[in-house]
């Protein structure tokens, strides 16, 4: 009898969870969400198990969130016949990936790093932490992890609601409007339409983020606030001669081995470029960069294609203006700095 009662109450607890889980998942596409993929360490690392495909086939991008938003991955594979690894990391330094990728005895490809100064050439990114954390865990990866990313994709594929950085009680927790109190400086609160990810870990924003202006002015408010807390950019003579030395040394051990570096300055518009154009002058940061790395590199504003766009938020492309900019680059990088790519690619 007992055990009876047992069975009857636990087989009403599953159905009360699936009908409570039903309704959560119908209440959240019912307002318009859809699928979306949580962008943490396993994501990260899934991707970075890519980068030793044939160099001729596949092309990585590291950099912070606006190459996630400015490379359409569709139509650079489309358009290329290449696989788009994309290992960018939104409000990261990108740095550190670019050294483990140099220290990486086995890697060997094509490697295109979006610069966006306030973050490469700042001494600190608020995201250094993550950062170190999406590198070991690639490095300590397990088979059990392997796998556990694998049924978890697929879970993602067919439920909203298990996007866990919106969804999950802790993020939730996290958006509630709470007093500020003396010395607790809680993280910026970006709108949930602003940066989505899809499988490829592109990140873009939602036609409602595109046509809101007040969302837009939310983002517009968290870029001033956070330009006032940054730590400022390496300026010293000292400072600025090991940074360079860093990455040059990065640089030249990817390209010892046959490795190819391009390093890229993707849009930004209104007063974020005015204040990276006067926090950052071009001649002190970028074009040192290229100078002592002997990389190539594309800078937005050098080519009339790329120079027009205008960000909804100052700092990224909207998805149509994606799609635009990628087939742009593409033709520059064909045509300008003389890349070729798979038999599989398609002419334009």
């Not at 006032?228 to 030395?245: E, I, Q, Y």
């Not at 490795?259 to 300055?265: A, E, I, K, S």
Request: aromatic share 12%.
């Amino acid at each position: 009898m007992i055990t009876g009662n047992i069975i009857r109450a636990g087989f009403l607890a599953i159905i009360l969870s699936i009908l409570i889980m039903a309704s959560w998942e119908f209440h959240l596409r019912h307002q318009g969400n859809t699928i979306y993929y949580d962008d943490n360490e396993a994501m990260w690392a899934h991707y970075r198990g890519m980068v030793y495909e044939p160099s001729d086939e596949s092309t990585v991008f590291l950099g912070s969130s606006r190459v996630k938003f400015d490379l359409d991955i569709p139509t650079w594979q489309n358009i290329t016949g290449n696989h788009a690894i994309q290992l960018a990391n939104v409000g990261s330094d990108p740095v550190p990936y670019l050294v483990d990728l140099a220290d990486d005895k086995n890697f060997k490809g094509t490697l295109v790093v979006d610069v966006t100064e306030g973050l490469f050439f700042s001494d600190f990114s608020p995201v250094d932490i993550a950062t170190d954390k999406k590198i070991n865990y690639f490095k300590k990866i397990t088979p059990t992890q392997r796998f556990s990313f694998q049924v978890n994709h697929v879970l993602e594929s067919q439920f909203v609601f298990l996007d866990q950085e919106r969804y999950s009680i802790n993020s939730m927790l996290d958006k509630l409007p709470l007093a500020p109190r003396p010395g607790v400086f809680p993280g910026p609160d970006f709108p949930d339409d602003f940066g989505v990810v899809d499988f490829h870990r592109q990140s873009y924003m939602t036609p409602r983020f595109v046509a809101d202006t007040s969302l837009q002015n939310r983002v517009k408010a968290i870029w001033v606030c956070l330009g006032r807390v940054m730590a400022a950019p390496t300026s010293s003579a000292g400072k600025l001669d090991s940074f360079f030395n860093v990455i040059k040394v990065a640089t030249d051990k990817i390209k010892s081995r046959g490795g190819q570096v391009l390093f890229l300055r993707t849009p930004s518009s209104g007063p974020m470029l005015e204040h990276e154009t006067k926090g950052y002058p071009r001649i002190k940061y970028w074009d040192r960069l290229l100078a002592v790395t002997g990389c190539p590199g594309i800078y937005y504003a050098d080519y009339p294609s790329l120079s027009n766009f205008v960000c909804p938020e100052w700092s990224h492309l909207k998805p149509d203006d994606a799609v635009i900019f990628t087939k742009e680059l593409i033709k520059i990088l064909q045509k300008d700095k003389g890349w070729t790519f798979s038999k599989k690619s398609n002419s334009i």
